[in-house]
């Protein structure tokens, strides 16, 4: 194995509690239930699909452009969030096992449904770390396609059975197995069935 490909929120930083924060206050805001349980479902996959998850629960039918109008005011309540991200908010063992992987040889990219990928790296200081970003900027199918993780491969030039891809969703681990990656689970996908290792802990990586 040559690479890790990493999820970035929920994986690397907990931007997973930011988006449900947003969401929450949409759904809140439209009067739809919405909790953890259903936001268990949002991991991984792009902000319209999202929204669709949320409306499943709605009373009315939403136009396309109110739904637009949605989506984009969750951005906007998570983008004032993402201001007081920082290095901090990368989430446990991140930082020390990043840099044991790498003295080991491995190339590290990222692979994340995220638009907002960029600001979320720069804000974490991880601007310029990875060999590879591929989000939700460069894609056309999000998450439980592979397409992300393709193009994180062939970023770093390697195939997908040379690359580990670490998640915290199921979409992400069906996006993997899907693309011929071995993925790893940590969170609540460390029981995805398929999966090559399931971490208790981001360092337990430094085991495989
Ligand atoms: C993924 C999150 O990383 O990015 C999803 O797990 C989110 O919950 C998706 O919907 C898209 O994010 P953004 O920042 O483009 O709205
Ligand atoms: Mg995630």
């Known amino acids: 194995m ?22 929450k206050q949409t ?17 991984g996959v792009s902000r319209g699909e999202s929204l669709e998850i949320i409306l499943e629960r709605a009373e009315k039918k939403y136009s396309q452009e109110e ?46 449904s995220s638009k907002n990928a960029p600001i979320i790296l720069e804000k974490i200081g991880y601007k310029d770390y990875f060999d590879a970003i591929s989000d939700g900027n460069n894609i056309k199918k999000s998450k439980p396609d592979p397409e992300v993780f393709l193009c994180a491969a062939k970023m770093l030039g390697l195939k997908p059975e040379e ?3 670490v998640e915290d969703a199921e979409a992400g681990i069906c996006a993997a197995l899907a693309g011929g990656f071995a993925p790893v689970g940590i969170g609540g996908a460390a029981k995805c069935d398929g999966i090559t290792k399931g971490l208790g802990k981001f360092s337990d990586l430094l085991e495989l």
């Open 2 to 23: 040559k690479a890790f490909i990493f999820d970035l929120d929920g994986v690397i930083v907990s931007t997973d509690e930011l988006h449900y924060e947003a969401w």
């Open 27 to 43: 759904a809140d805001g439209e009067g739809i239930f919405f909790n953890r349980e259903i936001n268990e479902r949002l991991r």
């Open 67 to 112: 739904k637009a109008q949605l989506a984009e005011s969750k951005n906007r309540i998570y983008r004032e969030l993402l201001k007081k991200l920082t290095p901090a908010d990368r989430l446990e063992g991140v930082t020390e096992t990043l840099e044991q992987l790498r003295k080991r040889g491995y190339l590290l990219a990222i692979g994340s």
């Open 163 to 165: 690359c580990y891809v």
